[in-house]
């Protein structure tokens, strides 16, 4: 690789700077909330949620909601996954998990009477589509006896399959539950990386589904990558995108393998000594962003890539991106109710998070309580931050004059040393700044979470006294 900085001139949405990269890349925060879920206490409870829904409900103006469910199964088990999931082949755990997911459901419905009003349901998982077609009819009749749904032209409904777990007549099925979006797993389409990461998923079935979903008339197709998986190699994840590309998908999300066995057991049987080094990960990354950007793929952050009409890229071209703990999302600002083991909910100044495990779930269920174990209520300079990493994150800047009006402070003052921290990274080329505007350049998108992390005041503080904590990925 050259050790210059190589620009992408066909797309100027993003721009390759290695030495850059190699000097900044650090571990750190996704910002997929701010404060991040490791700041979650227990000290946050049912009663919490319940005056956080209260607080929504006071409001005059009624906000749509986002509606999140975790199916935490899979058939089998994939080295590298991070997720909170349960390899199962005995089908009679899912019939008990959906009998308690129903019943919260309820319950999160009759907290939200009234103002129930869906625009965007995900599922994720685990893999979703571990349910069999009647039990997803079940659950989707079940959802529309508590919640009301936004006609299809406007919601936007995703599920992630598995390309493993369907048929073409499945595609078919999930389209006419109510489902408009799908996101399908790929990694990498070489053999010997499937080997080594346990997942065997043959090139011709996964085309089949992209193909059947177009077929259904799903409004977008996404596939996810993941670059530095053991035995990968520049020519197998060269080739993966080759395939990816011809398929023609609405979106790409291009994910760096984070190797943390310390945290993650599956990823215990993956041998160090097969991935592949830390400047082969930057050519893969590389390889990645020239090639989707000569197939005119535009770079919406965060390892995500949309096609120019895409709504992804169209809401960052208008200014309404939003992220969450999905990702990237078009409905800004809405309140998101989430149901299922470990799933997380946003609503008003507040996160909270369900309870980890099956038995522990149950137990609140029965109870007839929301099983909330910890969360956060937001303080006035959360939200701030907040507010300045949302910004960044998806628009790539920031009217500081906007911030101080809305916000009734003095910027400079308040972020004294923040800004301190971004004049360095405007020596370094990742940002240009004045008294009006913080704006990321090009070279800087890839690297804007250490951007973010400079308004992170609970990583900062955390920093003075300890390392970086081995939770975090690295940021490139």
């Not at 009998?99 to 919260?104: A, F, G, V």
């Not at 977008?220 to 993966?240: A, E, F, H, N």
């Not at 939200?383 to 500081?400: D, H, K, T």
């Not at 890839?446 to 390392?467: G, S």
Request: net charge neutral; with cysteine; charged share 25%.
């Amino acid at each position: 690789m050259s050790a210059t900085v190589i620009p992408l001139s066909v797309l100027p949405s993003v721009e390759f700077d290695a030495p850059l990269i190699r000097k900044l890349n650090q571990l750190g925060p996704r910002y997929t909330s701010y404060p991040t879920a490791d700041r979650f206490s227990g000290a946050f409870g049912i009663a919490d949620y319940e005056r956080a829904v209260a607080g929504v409900r006071a409001k005059t103006e009624k906000r749509a909601l986002s509606l999140y469910l975790h199916i935490p199964f899979c058939n089998t088990v994939c080295y590298y996954c991070g997720c909170n999931k349960i390899v199962t082949r005995d089908r009679s755990k899912a019939v008990t998990y959906l009998d308690y997911l129903k019943r919260e459901v309820a319950m999160q419905g009759r907290l939200f009477a009234g103002m129930n009003q869906i625009e965007q349901l995900h599922f994720g998982g685990g893999t979703p589509t571990y349910l069999s077609d009647e039990q997803m009819d079940d659950l989707m009749a079940h959802l529309r006896r508590w919640f009301t749904f936004a006609p299809d032209a406007v919601g936007e409904y995703s599920i992630e399959i598995d390309p493993r777990t369907v048929s073409r007549e499945r595609i078919h099925t999930l389209r006419r539950q109510g489902f408009n979006r799908l996101s399908l797993g790929v990694q990498d389409f070489d053999p010997v990386v499937q080997k080594a990461v346990n997942r065997i998923q043959p090139e011709q079935q996964t085309l089949d589904i992209i193909a059947a979903a177009r077929a259904a008339d799903f409004r977008s197709v996404s596939v996810d990558l993941i670059y530095g998986l053991p035995k990968q190699t520049l020519t197998t994840i060269g080739q993966t995108l080759d395939k990816v590309i011809a398929a023609d998908p609405d979106r790409i999300a291009i994910y760096n393998y984070a190797h943390m066995p310390h945290l993650f057991k599956p990823q215990r049987r993956i041998a160090e000594e097969d991935l592949p080094d830390a400047d082969t990960k930057l050519e893969m990354l590389f390889l990645c962003i020239r090639r989707l950007n000569e197939a005119a793929y535009i770079y919406i952050g965060m390892d995500h890539f949309a096609k120019p009409g895409d709504d992804l890229a169209v809401a960052q071209r208008e200014g309404r991106l939003h992220r969450n703990f999905q990702g990237y999302s078009t409905h800004a600002e809405a309140d998101l109710v989430s149901c299922g083991v470990s799933a997380i909910s946003a609503i008003g100044p507040t996160y909270s998070q369900n309870v980890k495990t099956l038995d522990v779930y149950y137990d609140h269920i029965d109870r007839n309580e929301l099983p909330v174990v910890r969360g956060i209520e937001l303080k006035a300079d959360d939200l701030l931050r907040r507010q300045l990493i949302q910004r960044l994150m998806c628009n790539f800047e920031l009217s500081i004059a906007d911030i101080a009006q809305t916000y009734q402070i003095d910027f400079a003052s308040y972020f004294a040393p923040e800004l301190e921290k971004l004049r360095v990274m405007q020596e370094d080329g990742l940002i240009t700044l004045d008294e009006d505007w913080l704006r990321v350049t090009l070279k800087g998108r890839l690297l804007i979470r250490n951007i973010c992390m400079t308004f992170d005041t609970y990583l900062n503080q955390k920093r003075a006294a300890e390392p970086e904590p081995l939770r975090y990925s690295k940021t490139i």
